[in-house]
């Protein structure tokens, strides 16, 4: 019988806040370096506070989300979040962006067409 997410021990282990903690300090460098990577090769203009904030944002609730009895690896899922995240940071500036150029009445792109 596959364990459950009430009957599997690793899960209990991961909400006790010390090792949390831990978690989120093994793997900030990780964070970063995914947020980073995302943030370069999507050419978002993003300070390094904002890098930072939103690692630690994806960090923060890959540990909380992770299963690892869904045989993945925290890495992986990691990756998985700041992907997730950084996808909706663009597609906030982006819709910022052309609700700004609406408000002062400039063509967007889409408008040419």
Wanted: hydrophobic share 35%; aromatic share 10%; net charge positive.
């Amino acid at each position: 019988m596959e364990p459950t997410y009430e009957t599997c021990p690793t899960d209990r282990i991961l909400s006790q806040p010390i090792l949390t903690v831990e978690w989120v300090r093994t793997y900030r460098p990780t964070a970063l370096r995914f947020t980073r990577r995302f943030a370069r090769s999507w050419h978002l203009r993003l300070t390094s506070d904002e890098i930072q904030s939103l690692a630690d944002l994806a960090l923060c609730e890959a540990v909380n989300r992770f299963r690892p009895h869904r045989n993945m690896l925290f890495t992986s899922y990691l990756f998985l979040c700041v992907r997730r995240l950084a996808h909706r940071t663009l597609s906030d500036y982006v819709r910022k962006s052309r609700l700004r150029s609406a408000l002062e009445g400039n063509s967007t792109p889409d408008d040419r067409e």
